[in-house]
């Protein structure tokens, strides 16, 4: 039970590249989420998807997209890079359980951290 | 809207001391309440939880007790060791789904 993976751990990207990190967990949750850590400033949330073929916006989604075509993956693009998203990257997921309250536990991954130059 | 503010870091402490780390929170009715850590390298784990007014969460020596009156949720544990080293990350629940909304976070260096 491998939990949450990411891929890849490091990148370096030029001004105007574009990438795709991958997230994939083997827990069978419903919900996926990226966010982005900066120094001073916790989690923020840029994407998020509540099943297989749905995403939605977080905080922060501007320059970013993300699709889920299978349950287990959560794909995030940059389409263009910028400096400003050099950060680390984090996939979490939590499974959603009938009748909560949404306050369920998130299981993160390892994180991807890019630079782009 | 909903926010979430912890102390600034970073904490620096000799093994054996005491560790108070205050976060606290505006939200909506009376949500859940979280501590994360982040061990040097690694993604966040739940720390601890608690789940409504009074309750204290615990886990690994650490303690929280979730204080309705002043809307505060602060992290203690009585005698820290070196591998405590960490970030500390206090979070709220916020708009359904399971999302999150993080504290900036607060380091914590301890010394032997």
């Known amino acids: 039970n491998a939990g949450v993976t990411q891929t890849p751990k490091f990148r370096v990207l030029k001004t105007g590249q574009s990438m795709t990190l991958l997230c994939a967990q083997d827990?069978?949750?419903?919900?996926m989420y990226w966010y982005r850590q900066d120094p001073g400033m916790g989690l923020r949330l840029i994407h998020y998807s509540v099943g297989e073929g749905t995403t939605a916006k977080g905080e922060v989604p501007d320059g970013y997209n993300v699709s889920r075509l299978k349950k287990q993956n959560f794909l995030l693009g940059l389409e263009s890079a910028a400096p400003s998203q050099t950060s680390v990257y984090f996939c979490a997921s939590s499974y959603s359980l009938a009748g909560g309250w949404g306050e369920e536990t998130q299981y993160f991954g390892p994180g991807t951290r890019l630079l782009v130059l | 809207g909903d926010s979430v503010t912890q102390m600034e870091g970073p904490v620096t402490l000799s093994e054996e001391a005491f560790l108070t780390i205050n976060c606290t929170y505006t939200?909506?009715?009376?949500?859940?309440l979280f501590w994360y850590v982040q061990y040097p390298g690694e993604g966040l784990q739940l720390l601890l939880k608690a789940t409504k007014a009074d309750d204290k969460g615990s886990n690994k020596g650490f303690e929280a007790t979730y204080r309705k009156e002043t809307t505060s949720f602060h992290l203690e544990k009585g005698s820290v060791q070196v591998s405590d080293s960490a970030v500390y990350f206090c979070?709220?629940?916020?708009?359904?789904?399971?999302?999150?909304?993080f504290g900036a976070g607060t380091r914590l260096a301890v010394h032997p």
């Open positions: 827990m069978n949750h419903e919900y």
């Open positions: 979070a709220l629940p916020s708009g359904g789904y399971n999302k999150l909304i």
């Open positions: 939200a909506t009715g009376y949500p859940s």
